[in-house]
């Protein structure tokens, strides 16, 4: 069973950054593309970005691209969000996915979720 842990949220004014990472364990992400989404209160969860873990191949949600950047190492078994430029609608919770199904964007393709962090951007 594959175990998705985030971390790397907080509270950042707007025009800063932050940098989230999700480690995983339990299993090779070889098959996988990892991907990034967030929901915020009252809103449905979307998604940010994601890469396809074979290749770096990454995508992004319009309303993030040009801020931020998907990454990951392979060594450690980890993706990581870069962000940069935050704004106040970037507020939610950031959650962490793998799914089998390359290039998806849709939430219910995931297999595998972490239990997320709370990114926070006063106005």
């Known amino acids: 069973q594959m175990q998705l842990v985030e971390s790397g949220g907080g509270l950042v004014q707007a025009g800063g950054s932050l940098r989230l990472s999700c480690v995983a364990s339990?299993?090779?992400?070889?098959?996988?593309?990892m991907g990034w989404f967030r929901q915020a209160p009252g809103k449905e969860r979307e998604f940010v970005a994601g890469?396809?873990?074979?290749?770096?191949?990454?995508w992004y949600a319009d309303s993030v691209r040009g801020r931020f950047t998907i990454s990951r190492d392979i060594a450690k078994n980890t993706v990581y969000l870069q962000m940069n430029n935050l704004k106040p609608e970037d507020t939610a919770v950031y959650y962490c996915?793998?799914?089998?199904?390359?290039?998806?964007?849709?939430?219910?393709?995931?297999?595998?979720w972490g239990q997320g962090t709370q990114v926070t951007i006063p106005s």
């Open positions: 339990g299993g090779t992400l070889s098959d996988f593309a």
């Open positions: 890469i396809i873990w074979r290749t770096g191949g990454a």
């Open positions: 996915a793998a799914s089998r199904d390359w290039g998806t964007r849709t939430s219910t393709s995931y297999d595998y």
